[in-house]
């Protein structure tokens, strides 16, 4: 008789949408219609894979699952995702997590300048009890939306923590799960996220996590209002990034060049 062999999970996919709509110009990636969201959410449910939150998805393949599992994020917070995202998401059974950017609840997204009256309003507080009501797990996506990774050591703790006290206090919840403002996160930001009381946090890196890889730096691809359901089914079909890992190596050199620019007065994202 042959000792049987645990079977473990290989790959994670996750995805990070911004807006549930349709708009112009140069951002217009950061935006997926409705319909073509309904699309790409049938597409990966007909391809056998179970559409959760991020921090469930940890959880349950920490716990020995292995069943085909997509982690579904929304950042930002826009008001279209309680008018748009929930009911597409509910229609296609799906879970979620929505980050929001706790600063700009009730306003705009101003870190996007000229073209942040296409994206609409934000959430407001009441407005984003109700996501959390319709069973959507609210992640943390800092104060300000700044670049975290170039910010002194106290404006840092007080982007992460003042905005996570604060979401669980209005919504009574835990909080456990943060997404990086633009991706960006160094050991510090790490570190930070994780004693303050997250348990998961995720950066974009456009490729699959594993399990060999940190819990606080889970990549995600991007979809897009070009992609049909069948192109986001290949997209986290299609193994390793070059491009991703090559981005992730340049970091550190970048960083520099930001930090450089942020006490010039400018801010690179």
Request: charged fraction near 20%; glycine fraction near 10%; charge should be neutral.
């Amino acid at each position: 008789m042959t000792a049987s062999v645990a079977r473990t999970w290989t790959t994670l996919p996750a995805l990070m949408y911004h807006s549930v709509s349709a708009v112009g110009g140069p951002l217009r990636d950061l935006a997926v219609p409705p319909e073509r969201l309904a699309e790409q959410l049938a597409a990966l449910g007909d391809a056998g894979y179970r559409l959760v939150g991020l921090t469930e998805a940890l959880d349950l393949l920490a716990a020995g699952s292995t069943d085909k599992m997509v982690a579904v994020t929304f950042d930002d917070g826009y008001r279209d995702f309680l008018t748009a995202g929930v009911p597409a998401l509910r229609a296609a059974g799906a879970g979620a997590t929505l980050y929001a950017s706790v600063g700009h609840l009730g306003g705009h997204a101003g870190w996007l300048g000229q073209w942040s009256p296409d994206f609409g309003p934000m959430l407001t507080w009441s407005e984003l009890a109700e996501v959390a009501a319709a069973g959507i797990e609210i992640g943390n996506h800092s104060l300000i939306h700044h670049p975290l990774d170039v910010l002194t050591p106290a404006r840092l703790r007080e982007e992460i923590v003042s905005s996570h006290d604060q979401l669980e206090q209005r919504l009574q919840r835990k909080v456990r799960s943060f997404a990086y403002p633009h991706g960006y996160n160094s050991g510090l930001v790490r570190k930070v996220v994780e004693e303050s009381g997250h348990d998961n946090a995720t950066e974009v890196g456009r490729r699959v996590h594993t399990p060999s890889e940190r819990r606080f730096a889970v990549p995600r691809f991007q979809p897009t209002p070009d992609h049909t359901g069948a192109d986001l089914v290949r997209l986290i079909e299609g193994g390793p990034q070059l491009a991703a890992q090559l981005k992730q190596y340049a970091q550190p050199g970048w960083r520099m060049v930001r930090r450089l620019a942020r006490k010039a007065g400018r801010n690179l994202t």
